[in-house]
């Protein structure tokens, strides 16, 4: 059976009658070359004719007007398709006719493959840099520079895991969402690239503020109730977007009234942020890699989120400690960072960074004792 398909895309048309050409030049410095190369693969699998034809678009023609408003539909969705596609290996055309390549086509190729992965990346940072601007700017009110975003991840109060973490999610350096879609890799690994449960693109994104997978929003949940804590600050809880997560190092909290820098608050907002990000990350790997899918009960995920929270509050408290001389905190940073939200902060000391006050070591409060912290 003949199967004709009709377009209303004459320059669709050039590249299909061309296919040869572009085949003998191994689709070097061809305009949508994996599409072209797609759709004359796709067309070479079918056992019979395949034949195009024009039809002039926007004038009334039924089925082009179908097409359009199917074209329409498909760009307000909210929800990507996965789409394969990947080139059975016996249809795939690799490299350029050794007959028909010149100097310039090689060059053109060289340079393409080039400047293809570095401007992917470029994009990619180019665009989270500009998340981080827009979201420092509504909550803090002020814009920062490239500079000093790369400067406040590589900040003294993030450890080297949570800086590493930071940069690369910048870079979206991650194997994540769109990584995955290659042409190249099978389908099993394709399918990496869309969230089993949401079944929407699984990026850095998805995975830090959208995923409803348990883990995510319940850890945002409990850092909003801690956050909401300090009775000092001005900056009301909401659940953070990346820029928000990626931009948290470079928080500049006020009083209110006095317009006085909150030094502390700025810090924990930093630190609870970028430590609960990183959790939500690393519960996410553990799910996928290790446990085939299978979430973890809240429970465990409170837990945890718990736990290092506390890890962090007793690592600034050591870090007060004079034998670090001039790597160590002050006393009064650290005070003043976990001020208001410390389990019975009421019957605590002054200074409470000493090891143990009246016997029992100072934490955040939980449901429980143990890895649910201690008050």
């Given at each position: 059976?003949?199967?004709?398909?009709?377009?209303?895309?004459?320059?669709?048309?050039?590249?299909?009658?061309?296919?040869?050409?572009?085949?003998?030049?191994?689709?070097?410095?061809?305009?949508?070359?994996?599409?072209?190369?797609?759709?004359?693969?796709?067309?070479?699998?079918?056992?019979?004719?395949?034949?195009?034809?024009?039809?002039?678009?926007?004038?009334?023609?039924?089925?082009?007007?179908?097409?359009?408003?199917?074209?329409?539909?498909?760009?307000?969705?909210?929800?990507?398709?996965?789409?394969?596609?990947?080139?059975?290996?016996?249809?795939?055309?690799?490299?350029?006719?050794?007959?028909?390549?010149?100097?310039?086509?090689?060059?053109?190729?060289?340079?393409?493959?080039?400047?293809?992965?570095?401007?992917?990346?470029?994009?990619?940072?180019?665009?989270?840099?500009?998340?981080?601007?827009?979201?420092?700017?509504?909550?803090?009110?002020?814009?920062?520079?490239?500079?000093?975003?790369?400067?406040?991840?590589?900040?003294?109060?993030?450890?080297?895991?949570?800086?590493?973490?930071?940069?690369?999610?910048?870079?979206?350096?991650?194997?994540?969402?769109?990584?995955?879609?290659?042409?190249?890799?099978?389908?099993?690994?394709?399918?990496?690239?869309?969230?089993?449960?949401?079944?929407?693109?699984?990026?850095?994104?998805?995975?830090?503020?959208?995923?409803?997978?348990?883990?995510?929003?319940?850890?945002?949940?409990?850092?909003?109730?801690?956050?909401?804590?300090?009775?000092?600050?001005?900056?009301?809880?909401?659940?953070?977007?990346?820029?928000?997560?990626?931009?948290?190092g470079l928080a500049r909290i006020k009083e209110p009234r006095t317009?006085?820098?909150?030094?502390?608050?700025?810090?924990?907002?930093?630190?609870?942020?970028?430590?609960?990000?990183?959790?939500?990350?690393?519960?996410?790997?553990?799910?996928?890699?290790?446990?085939?899918?299978?979430?973890?009960?809240?429970?465990?995920?409170?837990?945890?989120?718990?736990?290092?929270?506390?890890?962090?509050?007793?690592?600034?408290?050591?870090?007060?400690?004079?034998?670090?001389?001039?790597?160590?905190?002050?006393?009064?940073?650290?005070?003043?960072?976990?001020?208001?939200?410390?389990?019975?902060?009421?019957?605590?000391?002054?200074?409470?960074?000493?090891?143990?006050?009246?016997?029992?070591?100072?934490?955040?409060?939980?449901?429980?004792?143990?890895?649910?912290?201690?008050?």
């Amino acid at each position: 059976m003949i199967l004709t398909l009709e377009t209303d895309s004459k320059y669709v048309l050039n590249i299909l009658k061309n296919h040869q050409k572009l085949e003998n030049s191994g689709f070097i410095g061809a305009p949508h070359a994996k599409l072209a190369q797609n759709a004359i693969a796709s067309f070479r699998s079918r056992p019979t004719q395949t034949r195009m034809m024009w039809v002039k678009g926007h004038n009334g023609h039924e089925r082009n007007e179908g097409a359009d408003k199917l074209a329409g539909m498909a760009v307000r969705k909210d929800r990507a398709n996965f789409v394969n596609l990947k080139i059975p290996a016996e249809l795939l055309v690799t490299g350029a006719k050794l007959s028909t390549i010149t100097q310039a086509t090689a060059y053109k190729a060289i340079v393409a493959r080039s400047s293809r992965d570095i401007d992917m990346h470029r994009k990619r940072t180019d665009m989270n840099l500009m998340r981080i601007k827009n979201c420092v700017e509504d909550t803090f009110g002020y814009i920062p520079t490239s500079e000093a975003i790369w400067k406040s991840i590589r900040n003294k109060d993030f450890e080297l895991k949570i800086q590493i973490f930071m940069w690369k999610a910048i870079h979206d350096a991650y194997w994540t969402g769109t990584h995955w879609a290659n042409p190249s890799m099978s389908q099993e690994l394709q399918e990496r690239a869309i969230c089993a449960v949401c079944g929407e693109v699984d990026d850095m994104t998805h995975i830090l503020t959208k995923c409803q997978t348990p883990g995510q929003k319940l850890i945002w949940k409990l850092v909003g109730e801690l956050w909401e804590k300090k009775t000092t600050t001005a900056i009301p809880w909401r659940d953070p977007t990346t820029g928000d997560i990626l931009g948290c190092g470079l928080a500049r909290i006020k009083e209110p009234r006095t317009e006085r820098m909150l030094t502390g608050d700025a810090r924990l907002w930093k630190l609870i942020i970028a430590h609960s990000a990183y959790l939500i990350w690393t519960l996410r790997c553990e799910r996928v890699i290790r446990n085939s899918g299978q979430p973890f009960p809240d429970n465990e995920i409170r837990n945890r989120w718990l736990k290092t929270m506390n890890s962090r509050l007793d690592l600034d408290r050591r870090m007060t400690n004079k034998r670090y001389e001039k790597k160590a905190l002050s006393k009064g940073l650290v005070i003043q960072t976990w001020k208001g939200v410390l389990a019975e902060e009421k019957k605590l000391p002054k200074d409470w960074t000493d090891e143990l006050v009246n016997g029992v070591l100072v934490g955040i409060a939980g449901s429980g004792r143990g890895e649910d912290g201690v008050g």
